[in-house]
């Protein structure tokens, strides 16, 4: 059995459903115990007890929340070394793909131990509060599936 952690901000709710659905994933894969959390109710100290640790972040101007910058940075003063991870955003438009590397390039400089097993995933939404576009939730399943897949457990 694997432990996750998923760390996620979610303004209407729509990434927090992306949250839901990769860890629905992931069980399809393994069993697993998955923990699901807003930043500010996170001690990073916490992160150590799990297998794998998941940031999510709705795309806000380009980025990620100020929420999820903040607690990377504070991932940063702890030593994860080699602990597996992955980013995930959602986003409306023109700005495809911005928060998640905008994500994975703040881990890489700031928790170099995090070790990133997989490219982040980007779903898209049809408006500022939603809802999911058709077709995008089976990419969740399978990208929990992958991540599940690559867990040595
Ligand atoms: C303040 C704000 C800024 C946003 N900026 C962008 C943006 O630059 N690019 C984009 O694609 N979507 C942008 N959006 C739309 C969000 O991506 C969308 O609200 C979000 O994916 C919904 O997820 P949530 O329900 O988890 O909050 C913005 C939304 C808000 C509220």
Redesign the pocket.
């Known amino acids: 059995m694997a432990k996750v952690i998923v760390v ?11 949250a839901e659905t990769i860890v629905e994933g992931m069980n399809e894969i393994e069993r697993i115990e998955a923990v699901l959390k807003e930043p500010k109710h996170v001690e990073p100290t916490e992160v150590l007890d799990y297998d794998v640790i998941l940031i999510g ?7 990620p929340t100020r929420g999820i910058r903040k607690f990377i940075d504070k991932l940063g003063k702890i030593g994860l070394e080699g602990k597996p991870g992955a980013v995930f ?8 793909n ?2 998640v590397r905008k994500m994975e390039k703040r881990i890489n400089e700031k928790v170099p131990g995090l070790k990133l097993i997989t490219s982040g995933l980007s ?1 898209k ?1 049809g ?4 809802p999911i576009v058709e077709g995008e939730l089976p990419k969740c399943k399978d990208f929990g599936k992958k991540i599940a897949s690559q867990l040595e457990t």
């Open positions: 996620y901000e979610s303004k209407y709710g729509n990434t927090k459903q992306v972040s709705p795309n806000h101007i380009g980025g955003d959602t986003y409306m438009g023109g700005d495809f911005k928060a779903i939404v408006g500022t509060k939603g």
